[in-house]
Each structure stands twice: as C-alpha cells, then as structure tokens.
C-alpha cells in the first residue's frame, strides 16, 4: 500500500489549476486587507506630527507672551523658547515654515494663529490661541 502512494505521488509534479486559484484567491483577500490600511498610514502620521509641533509652539509662544508681554511677529523670534528648525517647519510642505499670523487689535498682540499650508485629507490644521485646535479647517490661515 505504501508503495502504490509512493508511486501515484512521484507521478505528480505539478500543482492543479484549482490549487493555483486558491492560492492566488487567497493573497488577493489578503492584499485587499492590508493594501488600504498602510494607505493612510502616511497622511495620519503628517497629521500627529503637525498637532504635536502646534502644541509645542503653543507652549513656546505661551512662554514669549508671559517674559515679553505679547507673541512675537514671527516664529524666529521664539527661537530662544524650543521654536527650533525642527519644530516650525512643516512636514506638509516641503519643510517650509508654518504659516503664522498674529491677530492685531489696537496695535497689541492678542492672539495668533498657526496653519499647514497644504491640505492633509482635505483639511487644513489650524491652531488658534482662542479656540483652540481645529484639525478640518476649510481654509488655510494665509486666506484669513
């Protein structure tokens, strides 16, 4: 009996057209499974990256505003306050600076805010100093 099986296998070198399909059935779930996941992995990691540098500059102009009584004109000038290259340069936008704007009333600085100048998804990400985070703004803050 042994030898009968051992005969009929040595005759088969080949899979069947049915195994193929299975196999190719199979890695097609599978691709179709993680093929979407890893999509948008790069736009939500631009995305936390840019909420983490905004929470970071927020701290830094916080720390400006308390020693010199206002926020800075622009954010080079926070630099002595954890606003390094590293930290105002959008990962959205080639590296360039965040946008920032400072709201003037009566010529005081009462507020600022802080954008991406490209869309992740769609949205802008903006940082208000009075409403804080907004993670799907319509619009840029240099159209403000």
């Not at 899979?15 to 059935?25: H, K, N, Q, S, Y």
């Not at 306050?81 to 003037?104: A, F, H, M, R």
Request: proline share 2%; no cysteine; hydrophobic share 40%.
């Amino acid at each position: 009996m042994v030898i009968k099986l051992r005969k009929k296998f040595k005759q088969e070198n080949a899979f069947t057209l049915i195994e193929l399909m299975m196999v190719v059935v199979v890695l097609g779930v599978l691709a179709g499974i993680a093929v979407p996941r890893f999509l948008g992995i790069g736009d939500r990691a631009e995305k936390i990256a840019v909420e983490s540098d905004f929470r970071n500059i927020q701290n830094a102009l916080e720390m400006y505003r308390v020693d010199e009584g206002e926020y800075p004109n622009n954010l080079d000038n926070a630099e002595d306050y954890g606003l390094t290259s590293d930290v105002i340069n959008d990962p959205t936008n080639d590296g360039n600076e965040y946008i920032y704007y400072v709201n003037e009333d009566d010529g005081s600085n009462i507020a600022y805010k802080v954008g991406t100048e490209n869309s992740i998804d769609g949205y802008y990400i903006i940082f208000d100093s009075e409403t804080g985070l907004d993670s799907e703004a319509e619009t840029k803050v240099s159209d403000f």
